[in-house]
């Protein structure tokens, strides 16, 4: 990395996306800053964002002028582009497909299902609008599903997702399962709380990613510690 100028990463630590590359930049001591764009103020939508990213969406790495966005393709490129434990993005063929298999799935899966339960539980309560609870109810039982393939497909027995050392794909799926917020009912929420194999592998993941992991969701934590303040999260 010697010669390289510090990455810049645009980033909204309310997204878990973003804490995911913020926690492989720290744990893998990437030079780097941060840009912070608050989507809830719509700085993702100004002129200048738009250039970066037509797509208005976070996060974006930019690199020696070269720019990049979706979480999944920076992940990659840091992982290739940088001297990183191999262990994170495997160079031998079939251990790197366990890892984009993974991750090509995450997206319409784990992450679209959790941050369903978002949607119902805290987003439309605190826009006035109250849950519909079939709808409620489908959104659980597909994140039920989702969480029996995580666990029976990917995990099986091994320590994690793609075998005996972290990777990319525990990075991502982590993000999306640390319980962040309140539900409507101003109770925190844990979706892995009946499922003592995934809290294991989500207790291993914290552990191997140490400090970084905490640095990355100070901003979560803070919310979360005003929503249990006030018994709501509205």
Not at 85 to 101: F, G, I, Q, S, T
Not at 103 to 109: P, S
Not at 221 to 230: C, D, G, S
């Amino acid at each position: 990395m010697a010669g390289r100028q510090a990455v810049k990463a645009y980033l909204d630590l309310v997204s878990q996306a973003c804490r995911a590359m913020l926690i492989f930049l720290k744990h893998n001591k990437i030079p780097h800053t941060v840009e912070n764009i608050a989507i809830r103020k719509g700085q993702h939508k100004t002129p200048a964002f738009t250039k970066l990213n037509p797509m208005q969406k976070l996060p974006v790495l930019e690199d020696n002028g070269f720019v990049l966005t979706e979480s999944d393709a920076i992940l990659k490129y840091l992982a290739t582009a940088y001297n990183v434990p191999d262990h994170w993005y495997p160079k031998l063929p079939e251990k790197r497909a366990r890892v984009d298999e993974y991750t090509a799935w995450n997206h319409t899966n784990t992450h679209i299902n959790t941050s369903s339960i978002f949607l119902h539980e805290v987003l439309l309560p605190c826009m006035g609008q109250p849950t519909n609870p079939e709808n409620f109810e489908k959104v659980l039982a597909d994140l039920d599903g989702t969480l029996d393939k995580l666990e029976n497909m990917f995990l099986k027995n091994q320590p994690f997702l793609c075998g005996d050392d972290i990777s990319l794909a525990d990075l991502l799926a982590v993000c999306e399962l640390i319980p962040t917020c309140l539900s409507s009912h101003g109770l925190e929420m844990d979706i892995l709380k009946d499922r003592p194999k995934l809290l294991s592998w989500r207790n291993r993941v914290q552990s191997a990613l140490s400090d970084s992991f905490d640095e990355a969701h100070s901003v979560v934590y803070q919310i979360r510690e005003k929503f249990t303040a006030k018994l709501s999260p509205c």
